[in-house]
């Protein structure tokens, strides 16, 4: 009944910036919590950044707080993560999924951090 669309991901070097966008469709988007999910290789999926449904919290891994801004615009069934200050040990795929995650997972966007 969603459909995710991660969008954004790239080659950034050290220390730059990055905006993915997550275009979610289905029912009741705005009354749930969503969230960024990262996982690199070799590694499990991690959660790395939380939104409730209203806008108004907001939760971070500490790996990415003061880093990373996650917002979302209701209206438009869109949630992003503002990233900046990127390290290579932030690469890797994104993912958008509700909190906690659904079954479902899109095809995420891959962010490679290197020089």
């Known amino acids: 009944q969603v459909q995710l669309v991660e969008s954004g991901g790239g080659l950034v070097q050290p220390g730059g910036s990055l905006r993915l966008s997550c275009a979610a469709s289905g029912r009741y988007f705005s009354i749930y919590a969503w969230g960024w999910y990262r996982q690199a290789p070799g590694k499990e999926r991690e959660l790395v950044a939380r939104?409730?449904?209203?806008?108004?919290?907001?939760t971070y891994a500490d790996s990415v707080k003061g880093r990373f801004t996650i917002s979302r615009d209701n209206a438009k069934n869109t949630v992003y993560l503002q990233m900046s200050s990127l390290k290579p040990e932030d690469t890797a795929v994104y993912y958008c999924n509700l909190v906690p995650g659904m079954t479902y997972w899109g095809k995420g966007t891959l962010v490679t951090v290197s020089s």
């Open positions: 939104i409730s449904g209203t806008g108004g919290t907001t």
